[in-house]
């Protein structure tokens, strides 16, 4: 099966559209970072907000990798303070899983977040109800693909945890290539790795359909042409990768993604997401060839849409691409004590992870372990 919940509007100034689709309501409540305030993008949304006689509301310097006390913090203020009828989530993936998290809660107030995350995939979560209030997604990054994802994905201590209901997938995405112009180089780097990871992860799944393919394979093309020179912020080229962002989103959406993703989820506290991700990806491919046919044949088809031939050609290939961007090895970020005291725990909880369910192996504990340290040294 393949599905979409969210209208995609896109294009250069497409964010204008916000103004046909506030249409009809009363308060609109736009979250937002700093950059967005700081690059003019907000108040040119909250213009268009007015433009279409609704009041605006704004809430911004919205954290990245977001967690659950962040959307504890703001939850009173949507409830006593802004009272919206719609909400627009202006920014990276961190802002716009605050924005579906926040709308979960302000919606269904009697619902607390561990009864609905995936906090374990050995036991089920309670189902988000039919929530009322539109959300409107416009990323600022080019990474996450949460502007038509199911998922929100939140910071409980040292770990993430997903909520996943087609409720929380954003009604409609604009998707203006002017907004991740303004990323920072390492933004740039971190996020596009994501929608790469995004793409090989949903490839290789047990739950990959021939739609979702088409997706990833498109998404994985684009990054690979276009992300180096994206991140040295070449114009035509944020505006790829942007679009790619946003496939690679529908592929996992609809074919979930793997372990590479589970192991960042669980290591979240040592840095951001994407970056995590890139670090991890290789020993990942490595170890699903390794074991499953299925894993090295559908690598083995990533590799020819490249134009090159074998599993051993694509690892090759993203652990240059990781080279030349620049990614550090997982020991520039964190020290070997800090790490090895969290890592069987890291390992045990990756291995709960929601996600481990749709990889093509089945990792045991200490086989993420092992693949945790790999990364680690660098080997
Ligand atoms: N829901 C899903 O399906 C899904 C999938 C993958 C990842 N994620 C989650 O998404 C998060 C990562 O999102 P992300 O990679 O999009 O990055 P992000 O964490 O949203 O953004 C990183 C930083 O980039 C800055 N930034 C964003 N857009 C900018 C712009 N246009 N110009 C200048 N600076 C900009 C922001 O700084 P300022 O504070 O200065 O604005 C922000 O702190 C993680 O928490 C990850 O777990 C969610
Ligand atoms: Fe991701």
Redesign the pocket.
Known sequence: MFWLKTRIIEGEGSLKALSKEVRGYERVLILS????K??GFLSEAEDYVREAGAEVFSIT??????SVETVEELLPKLREEFQPDLLVAL???????TA?ALKVFYDAPELNFEEIAFIDRFSKPKPVPKLKTPLIAI???S????EV?A???LKKGDA?YNIVSPEIAPEVAILDPR??????RE?AR??GL?VLV?GIEAYTTKAANPFSDAMAIKAIKTVYKWLPLSVKGDEEARAKVHYAATMA?IA?LNARLGLAHAMS?KA?WIG???LLNAIFIPYVMEFNAERSEYARKRYAEIARELGFKTTKDLIEVVRELNEMLGVPRLRDLVDEETFMAKLDEMAEKAYRDGLIAFNPVEPKPEEIRELYLKAFHGE
Do not use: Y
Request: hydrophobic share 25%; no cysteine.
């Open positions: 970072s700093s950059s967005m700081r690059h310097g919205l954290p990245a990798e977001p920014g990276g993936g961190s802002v716009i899983d579906k990323p600022s990054t990474g996450a693909g949460s994802s998922a929100s994905v993430k907004l991740p112009r303004t990323m920072p933004v971190n996020s994501d995004h989103g996992f989820h979240a951001p997401h994407g």
